[in-house]
């Protein structure tokens, strides 16, 4: 692990602010990104001996949901990883993939090594519906889906590829995710990092049908309009929607960007679309009931509901293989940390952590952790601009607090005899999964079992 160069907008007499990130997902990097960024000519240093951070990654590789998130054919979105990629070379920013907070290192620990601490956990976990049968075979969470598609180490295969007909629950970005990659021809999704073993899974597949359930009206989807249209654009697939499920003018007062995802699901229920060997189907006012089956799926009930969710009494069932429910992400903290369990966040106040009514000082949050599972990737780099600059108002009285030490958490995790993967490490990684692409005719393609990963990122150059 190389020592942090005393480097910082500015030199001289003082210290840098030293800052522990716990979290080397976009949140926590976008953080490191403007505690470190070098002023722009003419603007004066965020503070005036700079700061030094400590990414803190439970994975052995950074970039959480991007890398674990966003659907591979989306790159666009993954492109953010170059940016990334940039704040982690800065001699100021250290990386420690593979170290768990918690785990390894305690948040006591990190708070005495340095002047402040900032979570930026994400939100990982999945959302149960809470109806009877959920915990059939063939019905999970997207989030493990999704975990498998893009490679997660933790993640498991899912049967669910074996299946013909899914519903997916939940009409938000991720149900659109799922579908998309349940529907799309598996060719296409070759030139990405996807998995070898996930390719070849999903070119195995035998699904031909997706329905997309939303429990409320259209106009209350929560996906967003390239994202919906892009379902429209997919070769090989028919998407069904039946124009009686919308309605025939926008309601007063409809938003913009809801006005334009009607527009979308109107054209579509205009056109006469061609029959495809995979369809697609869109629901609305339809609310899962119980999920079907003996011992695996066999169906959803859903209940009729009205423009607002409400059940009306009247039931149907869906003839289905799986149920995926992609009805939003929870977030949850190591032992010690306050959480507010209804939100499943980190309770804050600008920024700074709460615990028992009381600011706990040198300790904040970032991120989905702090704000709950909403928005883009992109809404991490305001939010960590944000909070740094709550960090930086603050600054004065954490450098005061006490003495911290300067080789922060490196010295704890060498006594423990935890090796954490450095920057050098995931440049290893990269280049290993460069290499395992070439192999297959491709671009990379993503090592998904951990201790290959390891492996990996601790190869020497000879090795
Ligand atoms: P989301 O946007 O909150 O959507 C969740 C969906 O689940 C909603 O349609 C919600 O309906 C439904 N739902 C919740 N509880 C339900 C229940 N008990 N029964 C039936 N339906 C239920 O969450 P998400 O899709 O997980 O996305 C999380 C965030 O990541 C979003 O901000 C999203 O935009 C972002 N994201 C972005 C992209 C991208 O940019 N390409 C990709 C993936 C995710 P109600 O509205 O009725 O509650």
Same mark, same amino acid.
């Given at each position: 692990?190389?020592?942090?160069?005393?480097? +910082?907008?500015?030199?001289?007499?003082?210290?840098?602010?030293?800052?522990?990130?716990?979290?080397?997902?976009?949140?926590?990097?976008?953080?490191?990104?403007?505690?470190?960024?070098?002023?722009?000519?003419?603007?004066?240093?965020?503070?005036?001996?700079?700061?030094?951070?400590?990414?803190?990654?439970?994975?052995?590789?950074?970039?959480?949901?991007?890398?674990?998130?966003?659907?591979?054919?989306?790159? &666009?979105?993954?492109?953010?990883?170059?940016?990334?990629?940039?704040?982690?070379?800065?001699?100021?920013?250290?990386?420690?993939?593979?170290?768990?907070?918690?785990?390894?290192?305690?948040?006591?620990?990190?708070?005495?090594?340095?002047?402040?601490?900032?979570? =930026?956990?994400?939100?990982?976990?999945?959302?149960?519906?809470?109806?009877?049968?959920?915990?059939?075979?063939?019905?999970?969470?997207?989030?493990?889906?999704?975990?498998?598609? &893009?490679?997660?180490?933790?993640?498991?295969?899912?049967?669910?590829?074996?299946?013909?007909?899914?519903?997916?629950?939940?009409?938000? &970005?991720?149900?659109?995710?799922?579908?998309?990659?349940?529907?799309?021809?598996?060719?296409?999704?070759?030139?990405?990092?996807?998995?070898? *073993?996930?390719?070849?899974?999903?070119?195995?597949?035998?699904?031909? *049908?997706?329905?997309?359930?939303?429990?409320?009206?259209?106009?209350? =989807?929560?996906?967003?309009?390239?994202?919906?249209?892009?379902?429209?654009?997919?070769?090989?697939?028919?998407?069904?929607?039946?124009?009686?499920?919308?309605?025939?003018?926008?309601?007063?007062?409809?938003?913009?960007?809801?006005?334009?995802?009607?527009?979308?699901?109107?054209?579509?229920?205009?056109?006469? =679309?061609?029959?495809?060997?995979?369809?697609?189907?869109?629901?609305?006012?339809?609310?899962?009931?119980?999920?079907?089956?003996?011992?695996?799926?066999? +169906?959803?009930?859903?209940?009729?509901?009205?423009?607002?969710?409400?059940?009306?009494?009247?039931?149907?069932?869906?003839?289905?293989?799986?149920?995926?429910?992609?009805?939003?992400?929870?977030?949850?903290?190591?032992?010690?940390?306050?959480?507010?369990?209804?939100?499943?966040?980190?309770?804050?106040?600008?920024?700074?952590?709460?615990?028992?009514?009381?600011?706990?000082?040198?300790?904040? =949050?970032?991120?989905?952790?702090?704000?709950?599972?909403?928005?883009?990737?992109?809404?991490?780099?305001?939010?960590?601009?944000?909070?740094?600059?709550?960090?930086?108002?603050?600054?004065?009285?954490?450098?005061?607090?006490?003495?911290?030490?300067?080789?922060?958490?490196?010295?704890?995790?060498?006594?423990?005899?935890?090796?954490?993967?450095?920057?050098?490490?995931?440049?290893?990684?990269?280049?290993?999964?460069?290499?395992?692409?070439?192999?297959?005719?491709? +671009?990379?393609?993503?090592?998904?079992?951990?201790?290959?990963?390891?492996?990996?990122?601790?190869?020497?150059?000879?090795?």
């Amino acid at each position: 692990m190389a020592e942090h160069e005393e480097v +910082g907008p500015v030199a001289g007499p003082g210290r840098p602010l030293r800052v522990a990130v716990v979290g080397a997902g976009p949140a926590g990097i976008y953080t490191a990104d403007h505690l470190t960024a070098a002023p722009r000519p003419g603007e004066d240093p965020l503070l005036p001996h700079g700061a030094l951070v400590d990414l803190l990654e439970r994975l052995p590789v950074p970039f959480g949901l991007l890398r674990y998130g966003v659907a591979p054919d989306h790159a &666009n979105i993954k492109a953010t990883g170059r940016a990334l990629g940039a704040v982690l070379a800065r001699p100021a920013v250290r990386l420690f993939g593979n170290v768990e907070v918690g785990r390894d290192v305690t948040a006591e620990e990190l708070l005495e090594r340095y002047d402040a601490v900032v979570y =930026a956990l994400g939100a990982s976990q999945d959302r149960a519906l809470g109806i009877p049968g959920e915990e059939l075979a063939g019905s999970s969470s997207a989030t493990a889906f999704v975990d498998w598609y &893009n490679g997660h180490p933790e993640s498991e295969h899912p049967d669910l590829v074996s299946a013909r007909s899914v519903a997916v629950v939940g009409v938000g &970005n991720v149900a659109v995710d799922v579908a998309r990659i349940l529907v799309r021809d598996p060719e296409e999704l070759s030139p990405t990092d996807v998995p070898q *073993d996930v390719l070849d899974a999903l070119r195995h597949s035998r699904v031909t *049908d997706v329905h997309l359930l939303g429990r409320r009206g259209p106009q209350h =989807a929560r996906w967003t309009t390239k994202e919906l249209r892009e379902l429209g654009e997919l070769s090989g697939v028919q998407v069904v929607l039946d124009d009686g499920e919308l309605p025939v003018e926008d309601p007063e007062g409809t938003a913009a960007a809801t006005a334009r995802n009607l527009s979308v699901l109107r054209e579509w229920a205009r056109r006469a =679309a061609a029959p495809a060997p995979r369809r697609l189907h869109l629901h609305f006012g339809a609310r899962p009931a119980q999920v079907l089956g003996e011992g695996r799926v066999s +169906g959803l009930r859903l209940e009729r509901a009205d423009e607002e969710g409400r059940g009306t009494g009247e039931h149907w069932d869906l003839p289905v293989d799986a149920v995926l429910r992609a009805v939003g992400y929870r977030g949850t903290v190591p032992d010690g940390l306050p959480f507010d369990d209804a939100r499943a966040v980190i309770p804050t106040e600008e920024h700074r952590m709460v615990r028992d009514g009381h600011v706990v000082a040198g300790v904040y =949050a970032v991120g989905w952790i702090k704000r709950g599972p909403i928005g883009v990737i992109g809404t991490n780099r305001s939010d960590a601009k944000e909070t740094v600059a709550t960090i930086v108002g603050d600054a004065s009285g954490l450098l005061a607090r006490h003495r911290v030490d300067p080789a922060g958490v490196e010295a704890l995790l060498a006594e423990r005899g935890i090796r954490a993967v450095d920057v050098e490490g995931w440049r290893r990684v990269v280049a290993a999964e460069a290499q395992r692409g070439r192999a297959h005719g491709r +671009g990379e393609v993503k090592i998904s079992d951990w201790q290959q990963l390891l492996d990996a990122a601790q190869r020497t150059a000879s090795g």
